[in-house]
T-cell receptor, first 115, second 113 residues
Framework: KQEVTQIPAALSVPEGENLVLNCSFT??????LQWFRQDPGKGLTSLLL?????REQTSGRLNASLDKSSGRSTLYIAASQPGDSATYLC??????????????FGRGTQLTVWP | DAGVTQSPTHLIKTRGQHVTLRCSPI?????VSWYQQVLGQGPQFIFQ???????GRGNFPDRFSARQFPNYSSELNVNALLLGDSALYLC????????????FGQGTRLTVV
């Protein structure tokens, strides 16, 4: 069974810092990995999608890397801003039999960026 | 373009009642999935539908059921509600089944009292 772990569970930093959020998964047979942002009580906003054949993806101040063989991904946030405060979730889409198409999520990293 | 829309946004039900949650995917998307997120946890997979057929089911009791309509919208039904069913229910749509980006709606907050 796929297990997804995110470290740290919570992070509080001053504005302007560069951040690294970590995600690890136990089964390397994945189609892709997706990073999401979730504001309190709201739905998920897709940030980046990395296919299993890719090593990284970039969008603005966000950069996500994927090391499929070691079961790790990192989300790098440059020059953090108070508006980045949210919970960041990592999810993998598996590539096996009956579980095709489902996403396995971590518990998220709760980020607070203070002015 | 409209994103994934879910209705209602909030709902309060009594134990033992039945509830129906609705989801409209992004136009052109044929895959709809449902997830349950309890407070402090990551979303848990309930169902996936692609081209109106069930393509996956998570570890949820038979009280949970779903369907997808010809216009690709979907309903999630939960019978005999329990207090533990209180959660944020999220719908995701994607263009195809497996290797494309998933887009989520704002969710339905269900409270069972």
């Amino acid at each position: 069974k796929q297990e997804v772990t995110q470290i740290p569970a919570a992070l509080s930093v001053p504005e302007g810092e560069n951040l690294v959020l970590n995600c690890s998964f136990t089964d390397s047979a994945i189609y892709n990995l997706q990073w999401f942002r979730q504001d309190p009580g709201k739905g998920l906003t897709s940030l980046l999608l990395i296919q299993s054949s890719q090593r990284e993806q970039t969008s603005g101040r966000l950069n996500a890397s994927l090391d499929k063989s070691s079961g790790r991904s990192t989300l790098y946030i440059a020059a953090s801003q108070p508006g980045d405060s949210a919970t960041y979730l990592c999810a993998v889409r598996v590539d096996r039999g009956s579980t095709l198409g489902r996403l396995y999520f971590g518990r998220g990293t709760q980020l607070t960026v203070w002015p | 373009d409209a994103g994934v829309t879910q209705s209602p946004t909030h709902l309060i039900k009594t134990r033992g009642q039945h509830v129906t949650l609705r989801c409209s995917p992004i136009s052109g998307h044929k895959s709809v999935s449902w997830y349950q997120q309890v407070l402090g946890q990551g979303p848990q997979f309930i169902f996936q539908y692609y081209e109106k057929e069930e393509r996956g089911r998570g570890n949820f009791p038979d009280r949970f059921s779903a369907r997808q309509f010809p216009n690709y919208s979907s309903e999630l039904n939960v019978n005999a509600l329990l207090l533990g069913d209180s959660a944020l229910y999220l719908c995701a749509s994607s263009l195809k089944g497996m290797n494309t980006e998933a887009f989520f709606g704002q969710g339905t907050r269900l409270t069972v009292v």
